[in-house]
């Protein structure tokens, strides 16, 4: 009996150690990548700074709870942000640096950890004849498979759920800016 419980301790030890195991090899299976796009009936400029402003975040992104560092203007390339955020009821801070800026056109922000946490968000905007069409392009990996795990079953749904309410968020609130 004792000889069973110990092979079933063992097993569970093996489990865990494989689920927390830093799986930098398998990103493509613990990451994932939500797009959207959205049409806002406002000049790309207008648009561009309110989405890059971090003290607006807050304002529109579901998950944003709080922001620090450069919050009232568009951080230039090599600043950073840190920003509280919830997801799937999880509590954490970000910190967001700069790496392309192209005003109004583009704009790329990166956040990483040394556990092997990895997230890249991308705006792209065009001008069109009613306003600006975004893009926001994010992809993310966690640091293990228990995160890919609970990413196929909870993680990716709400990214994608806040995503999209972030982007109805801003065009709402951007349309309803006096010019």
């Not at 959205?38 to 944003?64: D, G, K, L, M, Q």
């Not at 919050?71 to 390339?77: E, L, Q």
């Not at 705006?123 to 498979?145: K, Q």
């Not at 759920?161 to 065009?171: E, Y």
């Given at each position: 009996?004792?000889?069973?419980?110990?092979?079933?301790?063992?097993?569970?030890a093996a489990l865990i150690a494989v689920l927390l195991l830093p799986l930098s090899w398998a990103n493509a299976?613990?990451?994932?990548?939500?797009?959207?796009?959205?049409?806002?009936?406002?000049?790309?400029?207008?648009?561009?700074?309110?989405?890059?402003?971090?003290?607006?975040?807050?304002?529109?992104?579901?998950?944003?709870?709080?922001?620090?560092?450069?919050?009232?203007?568009?951080?230039?390339?090599?600043?950073?942000?840190?920003?509280?955020?919830?997801?799937?009821?999880?509590?954490?801070?970000?910190?967001?640096?700069?790496?392309?800026?192209?005003?109004?056109?583009?704009?790329?922000?990166?956040?990483?950890?040394?556990?092997?946490?990895?997230?890249?968000?991308?705006?792209?905007?065009?001008?069109?004849?009613g306003g600006t069409v975004w893009e926001r392009d994010l992809t993310y990996r966690g640091p293990n498979l228990?995160?890919?795990l609970l990413n196929l079953v909870q993680i990716h749904a709400v990214m994608e759920s806040d995503s999209a309410?972030?982007?109805?968020?801003?065009?709402?609130?951007?349309?309803?800016?006096?010019?």
């Amino acid at each position: 009996m004792l000889r069973v419980l110990l092979w079933i301790a063992a097993g569970i030890a093996a489990l865990i150690a494989v689920l927390l195991l830093p799986l930098s090899w398998a990103n493509a299976w613990v990451g994932s990548r939500v797009v959207n796009r959205t049409e806002i009936a406002a000049p790309p400029e207008r648009v561009f700074s309110y989405i890059t402003t971090p003290a607006n975040w807050p304002r529109w992104h579901p998950a944003s709870r709080a922001v620090l560092g450069v919050t009232d203007r568009t951080p230039k390339v090599g600043e950073s942000v840190v920003e509280t955020f919830e997801i799937a009821g999880r509590r954490d801070d970000a910190t967001w640096t700069t790496t392309e800026l192209d005003p109004p056109r583009r704009w790329v922000i990166v956040s990483g950890t040394p556990g092997g946490s990895y997230a890249r968000v991308v705006y792209t905007l065009s001008a069109t004849d009613g306003g600006t069409v975004w893009e926001r392009d994010l992809t993310y990996r966690g640091p293990n498979l228990l995160f890919g795990l609970l990413n196929l079953v909870q993680i990716h749904a709400v990214m994608e759920s806040d995503s999209a309410k972030a982007l109805a968020n801003v065009k709402r609130q951007i349309e309803a800016m006096r010019p």
